[in-house]
């Protein structure tokens, strides 16, 4: 390789980080409603806010209108989509069935230095609640997810949740000014089943944890309708 090429590899990873970043500044924000539906975006003022060019910019936007949290179209003015119901539903099923069988597989696979550590973890969690920390527990809540899936050698399920879960988030945000407590509690609930080794139990629990979100969402529709999309 020439020093030539090699830098040119440099650039490469250089451009990519700076992209890597915007898009996850501006999914951050999209996904905790700093940028609600319908909120009007441009490269340009994006690019100036974020102190970077525009490539990057544009690289990002692509990357989020694939996911469906941008709607581009030429000519006019690209804006934060509005939140799908149905997306939301589908997420849910591919979470759900991805979960309780990770938290089946727990029931045999987590150790008492595992159960230590997201004890440790609810406890945190259980201080986001007290002190109304929306921004906190909602980090919390998908670390605990995140550490059961690893933990269990399964952290490739995690991925898989991760990459389908965000139109879930949204939502699941916007849930946490009243759900926080629930959510907090269902959390307990599933890491006493699995430490009590039963699966039966463990997988309930998830099951009403990843459920409530049907509850939910009619609640959050009433008193947010403009993000809602109007689907058939």
């Known amino acids: 390789m020439t020093l030539q090429t090699g830098l040119a590899v440099l ?36 690019a100036r806010a974020l102190g970077v060019s525009r490539q990057p910019v544009r690289d990002a936007f692509y990357r989020l209108s694939k996911l469906g949290f941008l709607t581009i179209r030429p000519q006019r003015a690209t804006t934060v989509s509005a939140i799908s119901e149905k997306a939301v539903m589908q997420a849910r099923f591919i979470r759900l069935a991805l979960e309780v069988e990770t938290a089946h597989v727990a029931c045999t696979h987590l150790t008492e230095t595992d159960f230590a550590e997201l004890d440790d973890l609810l406890a945190l969690q259980k201080m986001a609640v007290t002190a109304r920390d929306a921004h906190q527990f909602h980090q919390l809540d998908d670390r605990f997810h995140r550490e059961i899936c690893e933990r269990t050698g399964h952290g490739f399920a995690w991925d898989m949740i991760r990459e389908n ?13 009243f759900a926080s407590e629930h959510a907090y509690g269902d959390h307990v609930q599933i890491l006493a089943a699995i430490r009590s080794r039963d699966p039966v139990a463990a997988g309930k629990m998830v099951r009403q944890h990843l459920t409530r979100i049907i509850e939910q969402i009619v609640r959050i529709r009433e008193d947010h309708a403009r993000y809602f999309a109007v689907e058939d």
Do not use: C, N, W, Y
Request: hydrophobic share 35%; charged share 35%; proline share 4%.
């Open 11 to 46: 650039e490469r990873i250089e451009r990519a980080s700076i992209s890597d970043k915007v898009f996850d500044e501006l999914h951050r924000q999209i996904l905790r409603l700093d940028l609600p539906p319908g909120t009007r975006m441009s490269e340009v003022d994006v």
């Open 165 to 177: 879960k965000s139109h879930m988030d949204r939502v699941r945000f916007l849930s946490l000014s």
